[in-house]
């Protein structure tokens, strides 16, 4: 089989793809600025994993301008289209996120993610295609970007800094449980049924970023040197922050990893 993953090159593209490469699929990944003309090779999947989280400008040509493009050419193609969208489209809430939860951006990002999700579900209905929606908690790994909360905290131990805490809470899901989840609604749903259909994954479990930081120094086997911070470091962090992973669980999929077993590999792996 034949994919494009667009945004291989990237956090979670990068996993994707050293996934798909162990089932011996043929896979062509591409960052934001490759050459639509590509589309004349035919492929089985494509995975839309493009994202951008510092300017709206990007965030916009990203999110929407250049996932409306691949829409259109995926027409040509007799594909499924997988789209990574993320739980932080449904806005601040003090309850489990459930897929029929309505979208409620309060920020650009979240805006953007959320128009790319009505445009999967408009191109699934109006042309009638295979098109699945994704949307993961906090995802966390190998690969992710080294100014993310864990590869920070990891970073500053082996260095013997002090590590900043900030208020806040998440719904981390490790990495390889976010990709075999994903292929989990492939194997097991119908693909005329993934007409925009929209799966949570997570592990329905939410930690505070304190909680996260003295786990990890428990695994390195360091003391931790930790300053708490009361106020948070981004105006979107929450005091609840958990995504219900019920239709997954349906399915017959579970994580394989709780925080412990994740972080410990994430730590071997950085």
Same mark, same amino acid.
């Given at each position: ?148 909360? &864990? +590869?920070? @905290?990891? *970073? ?5 800094? =002090?590590? %900043? ?5 998440? /719904? ?50 360091? &003391? +931790?040197? @930790?300053? *708490? ?5 981004? =105006?979107? %962090? ?5 995504? /219900? ?26």
């Amino acid at each position: 089989m034949r994919v494009l993953v667009v945004g291989g090159t990237g956090f979670l593209g990068r996993n994707i793809c050293e996934y798909l490469k162990k089932l011996d699929m043929e896979v062509h990944a591409v960052g934001r600025d490759f050459i639509l003309p590509q589309f004349f090779v035919p492929y089985d999947f494509i995975f839309f994993l493009a994202g951008e989280v510092r300017k709206q400008a990007d965030m916009y040509y990203t999110h929407v301008e250049l996932l409306y493009k691949v829409l259109c050419r995926s027409l040509n193609i007799n594909c499924v289209f997988v789209y990574v969208g993320s739980s932080s489209e449904y806005g601040r809430m003090d309850e489990p996120m459930t897929e029929e939860h309505p979208i409620k951006p309060t920020n650009m990002y979240e805006a953007t993610k959320g128009a790319g999700t009505l445009l999967c579900q408009g191109f699934a209905k109006e042309f009638d295609r295979p098109i699945l929606i994704v949307r993961p908690s906090s995802v966390y790994g190998k690969y992710e970007r080294p100014e993310k909360l &864990i +590869p920070t @905290i990891i *970073r500053k131990i082996k260095s013997k800094e =002090k590590v %900043d805490i900030y208020h806040g809470w998440h /719904d981390w899901i490790y990495v390889d449980d976010f990709i075999n989840g994903i292929f989990t609604i492939l194997h097991e749903v119908d693909p005329d049924k993934l007409e925009g259909e929209i799966y949570n994954i997570s592990s329905a479990r939410q930690h505070s970023n304190l909680e996260i930081a003295n786990i990890i120094y428990n695994i390195m086997g360091e &003391i +931790p040197l @930790i300053t *708490r911070h009361d106020e948070n470091f981004h =105006k979107h %962090d929450t005091d609840c922050w958990l995504v /219900d992973n019920s239709k997954m669980i349906d399915l017959g999929w579970e994580p394989k990893y709780d925080i412990f077993e994740g972080l410990r590999k994430t730590v071997g792996e950085m």
